[in-house]
């Protein structure tokens, strides 16, 4: 029988193959400390309701806050035999307090038992990306406010297209992690559920109370027994969350090894966030920012591996369901190992000022001649035309725009004898913008205003 839980039905023990494919101990005992604190607001119920004496919920508490301490201490030793986190505490219960502890699974399942570790793991994750993310965004708007005045080239197909504040571009990061932090903040209310009381699926003859557990964990008592051991969701709603934000912070880290390579300049990494090459003595290499593109490709795996799992199961638990947890644990690592490193690698990177400028200039200024004669009562279509064309000399005569001699404006249309002195720079592009939202340096303002409340209030 070799101690396992079910061993009443048997007449023999699993084969050494299948007790191996069948236990999740080796990387669900990681759920351990919430499947003690669960045990405990079970144990409390049990004792509350009269199910067990007041004693006997009293001896349970005392022995898992023991074996609470032995886990938290790295002390805590399980085997295979043991198949999974649940009987491993269960187990070392026993052994410190004795056949009381044979009590603790009355009117519980592991089913509901397990639900409940995830909601819990899932709990705590969503808040600690949270505030990985929250520092991301303090770290992406102290580096705005620094660099004030840089202007880099804003690009569209890759090609340069209009200049903007680098401040702009950092805070267009900033809004889309603020989207992940409603997304994070919704996950954790969808895992603040208690499954607990549920037992094995339709619920138990013992008079149970999923309230008081779940007061007692902080959470909401779940509604539908069977729902309650059955769904995922929450774990879903995470592994989607951590999809969305691995995506933003893969193509924040495809632009900074853009920025980082010598092709474009624009800037340099703190060595401390640098690696060099075993054989070419010249390299600094972004690897952070290439891993955290290459974990993107992990996290929508780990999204849609749970997703293809639930897809075909019966309500109920099945043994599938087993298999939900390696690509949490996985998602969440990943994301919290990036967010770990991202805001230090944000506030120590240095900027290249003249590199990003220059970058900035040149054609990448000529929709402000064709928005200046739009202004000075030419069609736009027809000032775009003028620009174009005017390009296109430039090009034959081998100069930018804004060395273009003045004849040769002039040529291109006689509105471009009242040309504002200035204007034709990327910092007088940014300058001339109007419009709400745009990358003028007020309405940059604006935005770092609203980017301070919004991090005050959270
Ligand atoms: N190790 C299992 C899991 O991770 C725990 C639940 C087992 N329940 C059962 N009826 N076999 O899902």
Redesign the pocket.
């Known amino acids: 029988e070799k101690g396992h839980l079910w061993g009443g039905r048997f007449g023999s023990g699993p084969a050494e193959a299948f007790e191996r494919l069948n236990a ?1 101990i080796p990387f ?1 005992i990681r759920l351990a400390p919430y499947d003690v604190r669960g045990s405990i607001a079970h144990a409390r119920m049990l004792g509350e309701v009269g199910i067990i004496s007041r004693e006997e919920a009293e001896a349970l508490v005392g022995g898992l806050e023991a074996v609470l301490a032995e886990i938290e201490a790295g002390e805590f030793e399980w085997t295979l035999t043991d198949e ?1 986190v ?1 009987t491993a505490v269960e187990r070392r219960l026993r052994e410190k307090v004795g056949e009381v502890a044979l009590k603790l699974h009355t009117g519980r399942s ?2 509901d038992q ?1 639900a409940l570790d995830l909601h819990l793991f899932c709990r705590d994750a969503a808040e600690r990306i949270r505030d990985g993310v929250l520092d991301t965004m303090l770290a992406l708007v102290q580096v705005a406010e620094r660099h004030r005045d840089l202007v880099i080239p804003g690009y569209t197909h890759l090609q340069r297209a209009q200049p903007l504040l680098l401040a702009h571009h950092l805070l267009a990061h900033f809004w889309a992690l603020g989207r992940d932090l409603r997304r994070l903040e919704a996950a954790r209310e969808a895992a603040n559920v208690s499954p607990l009381g549920a037992a094995a699926l339709g619920g138990t003859p013992h008079p149970v109370d999923p309230a008081f557990t779940a007061a007692e964990l902080e959470m909401e008592p779940f509604v539908n027994s069977l729902d309650a051991v059955s769904e995922r969701d929450f774990a879903l709603d995470l592994l989607y969350a951590c999809a969305v934000l691995g995506v933003h912070l893969s193509r924040m880290g495809e632009e900074w090894v853009l920025w980082t390579s010598q092709e474009f300049g624009f800037a340099e990494l703190d060595d401390a966030y640098s690696s060099g090459s075993s054989i070419m003595p010249q390299k600094k290499n972004p690897d952070a920012y290439e891993l955290m593109r290459g974990k993107a490709g992990r996290l929508i795996g780990d999204l849609n591996a749970l997703l293809v799992v639930l897809k075909g199961l019966p309500l109920g ?1 099945s ?1 599938d ?2 298999e939900d ?1 390696e690509p949490l644990f996985d998602a969440v690592d990943g994301v919290l190992a990036v967010l770990d490193v991202l805001p230090g690698m944000l506030r120590t990177a240095r900027f290249r000022r003249e590199r990003m400028e220059r970058a900035a200039g040149g054609f990448a200024l000529a929709t402000e001649l064709a928005d200046f004669l739009a202004m000075r009562g030419v069609p736009f279509r027809e000032a775009h035309r003028v620009v174009g064309r005017l390009v296109r000399r430039c090009e034959e005569l081998g100069v930018s725009l804004e060395e273009v001699p003045r004849e040769e404006l002039a040529a291109a249309h006689p509105a471009f004898g009242g040309l504002p002195e200035g204007l034709l720079t990327p910092r007088g592009s940014v300058a001339g913008k109007k419009s709400p939202g745009s990358t003028s340096p007020a309405a940059v303002e604006e935005q770092l205003r609203r980017a301070r409340e919004l991090l005050e209030t959270r």
């Open positions: 999740s669900d999974d649940h592991r089913n397990v638990y043994k369901l087993q947890k």
